[in-house]
């Protein structure tokens, strides 16, 4: 049975996932240092010493602070979400289409106008996606620089029946474990989350019944106050509960349409069955990059 591997598919969508987990490992990493800056110059700004510590606790105070802006200004100037977000589009806009023409799917499919001329047509449609990236974000992957490679070209060439297995086993069965798998993460991750914070939060209050009774005269609040802020801030970078819904949602669509795979008994059902298919994944990134810049 043909298996595509990673290698396999062609260099567009590679270099376009390549680049995307490039921008979003820069991303997270520039998030994570900024905020631990702002919670380290709040934990240095509420202590009260004298002499040489005072100055000292002073100045790595500021160093933070000024970690914190230096990383703020790199975000805004290298823009690392633009390449995860944009990066991602292009990337999943190419697995599909590959699909498609892996498997005959409309509007690639084997028989009738979608299978005249379809290597045109591929190479079309990735020069028409690939136009959203800027030049500078599409740094070549490693392995072949085919963007359609011997292993599509087979993976066409199969019957009817050896396709359906190939894009039932590694397209909808892969997906499907995939976005099951990421939402249960996701639903775990958000639910330490909102313990932790809720926690934060409940100690912030304490502090404040306590400071305000007298029991003691350190100034923890704003402490408290930045540490949750970071914590809120972190959450809404990762969006943890809105991606364990939408992850989860997906998983059983695509569920509901594998079962009707033994349905599509002709090339133009099994064309069209694919369409259906590869729409129900492509409304899950158009939601989950709705969900990442705001739109």
Not at 102 to 113: D, E, S
Not at 255 to 270: K, M
């Amino acid at each position: 049975m043909e298996r595509i591997r990673y290698d396999d598919l062609p260099a567009l969508l590679r270099a376009a996932d390549t680049n995307s987990l490039a921008g979003q490992r820069r991303l997270l990493l520039i998030t994570r240092v900024q905020l631990t800056s702002l919670i380290a110059a709040a934990g240095l700004g509420m202590l009260s010493l004298s002499g040489w510590a005072g100055d000292a606790a002073a100045v790595l105070a500021a160093v933070a602070f000024g970690t914190a802006l230096v990383t703020e200004v790199f975000r805004l100037k290298d823009r690392p979400d633009r390449l995860w977000y944009a990066g991602r589009a292009v990337a999943e806009s190419a697995k599909t289409l590959t699909w498609r023409y892996m498997v005959g799917g409309a509007p690639l499919g084997i028989r009738g106008a979608g299978g005249d001329g379809a290597d045109t047509r591929l190479l079309d449609r990735f020069r028409e996606i690939s136009s959203d990236l800027d030049a500078g974000w599409l740094v070549p992957a490693r392995g072949s620089a085919d963007e359609i490679t011997t292993a599509m070209r087979r993976a066409r060439a199969l019957p009817l029946a050896d396709r359906r297995l190939l894009y039932l086993r590694e397209r909808l069965d892969d997906q499907r474990a995939w976005y099951a798998g990421k939402s249960r993460w996701n639903a775990r991750r958000s639910t330490l989350w909102s313990v932790g914070l809720a926690a934060v939060e409940l100690a912030g209050l304490a502090l404040g019944i306590a400071r305000a009774a007298g029991l003691f005269e350190v100034d923890l609040l704003g402490f408290a106050a930045a540490l949750a802020a970071a914590g809120a801030a972190w959450v809404q970078t990762r969006q943890h509960q809105n991606l364990a819904t939408a992850y989860g949602v997906a998983s059983h669509e695509i569920s509901l349409i594998r079962a009707r795979a033994d349905h599509s008994v002709t090339e133009e059902e099994w064309a069209l069955f694919v369409s259906d298919a590869e729409e129900a994944i492509s409304r899950e990134h158009t939601l989950w990059r709705a969900s990442h810049s705001g739109g």
